[in-house]
């Protein structure tokens, strides 16, 4: 189908990518055509040629980004943060629709000059660490805006696959889900067209309509983008 827009889907260089395999399938469903990028292939690409980009989940973030210390709890993957970062800041300059998965969302909000909750499972109080792809959590929302619009309700379930979280949030963004125990669970900027991050994991939840419709909304949103490209 020739009107099918390329979506940047950003990750890590596995080798078997579940991740990865399971947006793809999200987003071809939703219309879309989905590339994968990553440290070693991403230079291979055109930015110009994506009209939305989804920065994926993975492995924590440098805390030195966000002036944090580095507890040793999760590998550190610069190369990853640093191409992802690259393709937010152009998705950003050239006001692409872009969407951030748990780690994108976080790496979104520490990029827009926000920080992180470096590890949240000491603090948790109404609800378990246990890390599922299920939905076994609740998100509430707490703000009406872009995911809402997409979600269509004001309470719905969700995976949880980390242990970080937004804390302070970045320039232009303003929070509208959180979950029982209050932590942040969706933001949205009120500057750029259209930039959504979640902290749950939608790629995995492709059997309930509401997060199916997440990435819908993301190619609508490419499919009518006409952003400019400010590269020379």
């Not at 991403?42 to 973030?61: A, L, N, P, T, V």
Request: net charge neutral; aromatic share 6%.
């Amino acid at each position: 189908m020739a009107d099918r827009p390329d979506i940047g889907v950003t990750g890590p260089d596995d080798k078997y990518p579940l991740s990865w395999w399971a947006t793809r399938m999200a987003v071809s469903m939703a219309g879309g055509n989905a590339v994968r990028l990553t440290p070693n292939t991403y230079r291979e690409h055109q930015k110009e040629r994506f009209r939305g980009i989804i920065i994926g989940g993975g492995s924590d973030i440098d805390p030195s980004l966000y002036g944090g210390e580095d507890n040793g709890l999760s590998k550190i993957d610069k190369a990853r943060d640093d191409f992802e970062i690259e393709m937010i800041e152009h998705a950003l300059d050239t006001h692409l629709p872009i969407m951030g998965i748990c780690r994108g969302a976080q790496l979104i909000n520490v990029v827009l000059g926000g920080n992180l909750h470096p590890d949240i499972r000491p603090i948790r109080n109404r609800t378990s660490n246990r890390r599922t792809p299920f939905p076994m959590k609740t998100a509430i929302c707490t703000d009406i805006g872009k995911i809402h619009a997409s979600i269509k309700t004001e309470r719905w379930r969700i995976n949880s696959l980390h242990h970080q979280a937004v804390d302070e949030l970045g320039k232009g963004l303003r929070i509208v889900a959180r979950d029982l125990d209050d932590f942040v669970q969706a933001i949205e900027s009120d500057v750029h067209p259209y930039l959504i991050g979640v902290q749950w994991h939608p790629e995995y939840l492709q059997y309930i309509s509401k997060q199916r419709r997440l990435f819908r909304r993301l190619v609508e949103e490419a499919m009518g983008s006409r952003a400019e490209v400010l590269y020379t």
